[in-house]
């Protein structure tokens, strides 16, 4: 089944979410303190996927369209709004943390190198154990989002399970036709700047001047874009 390992992610960061709700009663300097230590830890992360990109110049183009394009649509505003949807549907008071845990969750789960290449696996080998290790990742890490930022890191499994599955079902097809060596490219350039972005994150987590991190998504298609020139260019 090709969409096991998305489908145990996705159950992984609601179980997560829901114990963390339950949970909520830790005192806020040590959400805080706990906080700080997944930042830190997110931007080491980030770093160490950060230099695994083999063409630079790449990165630093697909991130600088990417941004454009992201601003320009604004596409962390847009989700910002989805959560603000939701809330209003549960019948919240407006302006609560159910946005704010939304998007970050969201994009802490999906910018990274384990949900590409674990859907890739899951795709073109049918192998889910990259997945499987990092539902018991997010598992763990939405206990503490939802601690702090509430259940809207529940409804973040939604975007999860919706971007883990698509790579995963396209990943059946382009096995059939996309070079092995374009391939690995591929997933190291998108690694890398995944990589920056979870640097990002841990940046806001740590609680620099936000960056917002959501418009830059478009990077991700553009470095496919740009890989493809490239290889077809240099014939890899």
């Known amino acids: 089944m090709v969409l096991f390992g998305t489908i145990v992610n996705g159950v992984a960061i609601v179980i997560g979410a829901w114990l963390g709700i339950r949970l909520r009663r830790i005192s806020s300097d040590m959400k805080e303190t706990v906080m700080k230590a ?50 209003r549907k549960m019948k919240r008071k407006s302006g609560g943390t159910l946005a704010e845990g ?26 889910h154990s990259v997945l499987l290790t990092k539902s018991v990742l997010d598992g763990f890490s939405s206990i503490i989002f939802a601690a702090t930022l509430g259940i809207g890191v ?13 790579i995963a079902l396209a990943a059946t097809f382009i096995i059939r036709w996309l070079p092995e060596a374009w391939l690995d490219l591929i997933i190291s350039e998108i690694t890398a700047v995944g990589g920056i972005m979870i640097i990002g994150i841990g940046l806001n987590l740590l609680g620099m001047p936000k960056i917002r991190i959501a418009n830059l998504l478009p990077a991700i298609l553009i470095t496919v874009l740009l890989v493809l020139i490239y290889s077809q260019w240099f014939a890899l």
């Open 154 to 166: 529940m409804f973040s499994a939604i975007p999860v399970v919706l971007y883990q599955g698509s």
């Open 38 to 87: 997944i930042g830190l830890a997110v931007i080491v992360l980030g770093i160490t996927m950060a230099l695994e990109g083999q063409q630079f110049l790449l990165v630093i183009i697909s991130l600088a369209l990417g941004g454009v394009l992201g601003e320009r649509w604004n596409i962390e505003g847009k989700l910002n709004e989805v959560g603000s949807w939701i809330e």
């Open 102 to 127: 939304f998007v970050a969750a969201t994009l802490l789960f999906v910018v990274g190198a384990m949900a590409i290449i674990g859907a890739l696996d899951s795709g073109f080998r049918n192998d």
